[in-house]
Nanobody, 126 residues
Framework: QVQLVESGGGLVQAGGSLRLSCAASGRTISTYTMGWFRQAPGKEREFVAVIRWSGGFTYYADFVKGRFTISRDNAKNTVYLQMNSLRPEDTAVYYC???????????????????WGQGTQVTVSS
């Protein structure tokens, strides 16, 4: 079992930055593909970014390209989401998720992900 705990959310003004962290425990996530998703009130959970365990390949939703960066530190068993140039429409609960071990699929759908954190709230004021 993998336990995931997100942190780093909060209230920020438009144009500001936040860095979310996703700390894993229970197992090493070095061979897990890790994703970030978000869910705004009344909306479905949507894909934000993903990083594969092998090769460090990344992929982003169009609406965050150039603004958000996903990274991982396997020594710390942690994944990060650096969010810059935040907009009010980025307001949501952000979740990290793990797919694996050994998965080479960089899914933008929530379905393949086996483990999820509890989420961290990000609120961007205008």
């Amino acid at each position: 079992q993998v336990q995931l705990v997100e942190s780093g959310g909060g209230l920020v003004q438009a144009g500001g930055s936040l860095r979310l962290s996703c700390a894993a425990s229970g197992r090493t996530i070095s061979t897990y593909t890790m994703g970030w998703f978000r869910q705004a009130p009344g909306k479905e959970r949507e894909f934000v970014a993903v990083i594969r365990w092998s090769g460090g390949f990344t992929y982003y939703a169009d609406f965050v390209k150039g603004r958000f960066t996903i990274s991982r530190d396997n020594a710390k068993n942690t994944v990060y989401l650096q969010m810059n140039s935040l907009r009010p429409e980025d307001t949501a609960v952000y979740y990290c998720a793990a797919d694996g071990p050994g998965s080479l699929t960089m899914s933008t759908s929530p379905r393949p992900y086996d483990y999820w954190g509890q989420g961290t709230q990000v609120t961007v004021s205008s």
